[in-house]
């Protein structure tokens, strides 16, 4: 896996986290011990992620400290937006510095635990027959932090769709393979939900799901359970 990137989005304002946030972005929280994108770092360098790229904009000095205090040995390319491009801006921007085609992308606000670690291999065994996005989700029961009243996705086999109310709710874990084809007709600024749901209606969306618990630290309550 030394060729293959990673992009741990570090760039949002962490709004839901309320009062966690106003002196620290998001990814620095500390959740059972481990800061969260300390944890990404340890976690995705384990599996073999020889490049890992991490954007920034609230907040971005604190990560850039971080970074240098604690991962300076690491191959990690700090990547500071001004403007901030979105989810789906800030990965489009990562292929102009790097020369692979496709990377992994993980949200920051994930906490990777070990017994994670077959489901992201098997999740990635396929890398380089991803031809435009492949994403990873969770069933309702093995999710575990911000609940949704409904799912983010369908699937069947293997195509990801939009959920519907007599569908089960799946529920996207944060870490998708996207390759760099897909950007061609976006601009600058976007949602990576636009994407998606192009990636939908023409029926080239895939998924799979991870059979481990996962937990999303994705506001204030969840962050005050564990």
């Not at 839901?16 to 059972?32: A, C, E, G, S, Y």
């Not at 992620?49 to 604190?62: C, S």
């Not at 709710?169 to 601009?187: A, C, D």
Request: hydrophobic residues 40%; positive net charge.
């Amino acid at each position: 896996m030394s060729n293959y990137s990673l992009l741990i989005l570090c760039a949002g304002f962490g709004k839901r986290m309320l009062n966690l946030t106003k002196d620290i972005p998001k990814p620095l929280l500390q959740v059972k011990d481990k800061n969260l994108l300390g944890n990404a770092i340890n976690f995705f360098s384990e599996i073999g992620f020889k490049e890992i790229f991490i954007n920034t904009h609230y907040l971005h000095y604190r990560i850039e400290n971080y970074i240098n205090n604690n991962f300076n040995n690491y191959p990690i390319n700090l990547i500071y937006e001004p403007t901030i491009l979105g989810t789906g801006g800030g990965v489009k921007n990562i292929f102009n510095y790097t020369k692979n085609k496709k990377i992994c992308v993980v949200n920051s606000d994930i906490l990777w635990q070990m017994h994670n670690k077959s489901d992201i291999l098997n999740f990635i065994d396929n890398f380089n027959d991803v031809d435009h996005c492949k994403i990873l989700l969770s069933y309702e029961n093995n999710f575990f932090g911000l609940k949704k009243n409904q799912g983010d996705f369908n699937i069947q086999n293997g195509v990801v769709s939009q959920w519907s109310n007599d569908n089960k709710i799946i529920i996207y874990s944060g870490l998708q393979i996207v390759s760099k084809n897909i950007f061609e007709q976006t601009p600058t600024i976007f949602s990576m939900n636009k994407v998606w749901n192009n990636l939908i209606n023409e029926k080239k969306l895939f998924g799979d799901f991870m059979r481990s618990n996962i937990i999303h630290i994705g506001d204030k309550n969840t962050f005050d359970q564990f």
